[in-house]
T-cell receptor
Framework: GESVGLHLPTLSVQEGDNSIINCAYS??????FIWYKQESGKGPQFIID?????DKRQGQRVTVLLNKTVKHLSLQIAATQPGDSAVYFC?????????????FGTGTRLTIIP | DTGVSQNPRHKITKRGQNVTFRCDPI?????LYWYRQTLGQGPEFLTY????????KSRLLSDRFSAERPKGSFSTLEIQRTEQGDSAMYLC??????????FGSGTRLTVV
């Protein structure tokens, strides 16, 4: 079946640099996308979301870009900090029943190097 | 808003035993979800409630699994006759319509 996937399983970034985490999705019917951060031993934490009628959305130090033409989603984290080290998941919703069931990718582990 | 609470945080059980987990969602959230997460993987959808009604169940939810939300508030997930393959993190989340999820910290189950 169709699923969300990620290009890179691990990413190491120098503290203070910007990081970009990528995600590919295959279901063109998906209309809602979310990025989650998960630290060890904790549940996923909402970072930012975007609906399919938008190309870009910004939060505090984070930006999500959606390219529907190539079915690509990215998360940009500006001026990374040690606390940004975690596993990042993208998730998509394509459930026609409107219950917002999410399909998650495998995740990218981001390590911030001091 | 105290967040989504899950209990217990950790559970070790012998194969063949039954286990029950509890989830207390954010009070004003009418939607409640259960997901399962194995090591190195993203969460996988198990089931979903809107108020007290269980509206969808994944094929991952075998007949050994049952979930309830009797009064539309807290929910329980029971696994009967546990198997080693049931070892995972069981995550609960809640939401309001058209708003994103809030996840709990999960219950880590180890079947020995």
């Amino acid at each position: 079946g169709e699923s969300v996937g990620l290009h890179l399983p691990t990413l190491s970034v120098q503290e203070g640099d910007n990081s970009i985490i990528n995600c590919a999705y295959s279901n063109s019917a998906s209309d809602y996308f979310i990025w989650y951060k998960q630290e060890s031993g904790k549940g996923p934490q909402f970072i930012i979301d975007i609906r399919s009628n938008m190309d870009k959305r910004q939060g505090q130090r984070v930006t999500v870009l959606l390219n529907k033409t190539v079915k690509h989603l990215s998360l940009q984290i500006a001026a990374t900090q040690p606390g940004d080290s975690a596993v990042y998941f993208c998730a998509e919703n394509f459930d026609n029943f409107g219950n917002e069931k999410l399909t998650f990718g495998t995740g990218t582990r981001l390590t911030i190097i001091p | 808003d105290t967040g989504v609470s899950q209990n217990p945080r950790h559970k070790i059980t012998k194969r063949g035993q039954n286990v029950t987990f509890r989830c207390d969602p954010i009070s004003e959230h009418n939607r409640l979800y259960w997901y399962r997460q194995t090591l190195g993987q993203g969460p996988e959808f198990l089931t979903y409630f809107q108020n007290e009604a269980q509206l969808e169940k994944s094929r991952l939810l075998s007949d050994r699994f049952s979930a309830e939300r009797p009064k539309g508030s807290f929910s329980t997930l029971e696994i009967q006759r546990t198997e080693q393959g049931d070892s995972a993190m069981y995550l609960c989340a809640s939401s309001r319509e058209n708003y994103g999820y809030t996840f709990g910290s999960g219950t880590r189950l180890t079947v020995v």
